[in-house]
């Protein structure tokens, strides 16, 4: 397991921009952005792999980038271009023990240990 605690939300209009971020105890072999609306199911946002590939869900391509900061343990997520569909708790996850394919990073059931989440409120 590793521990993740995340930061940076908050609220903003829509068109601003906001970057989370995600203190880790080390980085493992996939790292990742998740968020949850009201009413909705999780949903992978963006993932980063020790190696440096990403994956972007379609909605936000263009807009998001994830990063990390190696010698701080730090992921990052910068969310421009913001709109009120993106309102959601956001939550940082990480994947332990070894690399799945590139079809499975989205996917919540690939990591093993999550965040607590913090809240992004996009208002029109």
């Known amino acids: 397991q590793v521990q993740l605690v995340e930061s940076g939300g908050g609220s903003v209009q829509a068109g601003g921009s906001l970057r989370l971020s995600c203190v880790a105890s080390?980085?493992?072999?996939?790292m990742a952005w998740f968020r949850q609306a009201p009413g909705k199911e999780r949903e992978g946002v963006a993932a980063?792999?020790?190696?440096?590939?990403?994956r972007y869900e379609d909605s936000v391509k263009g807009r998001f980038t994830i990063s990390k900061d190696n010698a701080k343990n730090i992921l990052y997520l910068q969310m421009d271009s913001l709109k009120p569909e993106d309102t959601a708790v956001y939550y940082c996850?990480?994947?332990?023990?070894?690399?799945?394919?590139?079809?499975?990073?989205?996917?919540?059931?690939?990591?093993?240990?999550w965040g607590q989440g913090t809240q992004v409120t996009v208002s029109s």
């Open positions: 980063l792999s020790n190696d440096g590939r990403t």
């Open positions: 996850a990480a994947r332990t023990d070894y690399l799945l394919p590139y079809a499975s990073w989205l996917r919540s059931i690939a990591y093993t240990s």
């Open positions: 080390g980085f493992r072999f996939l």
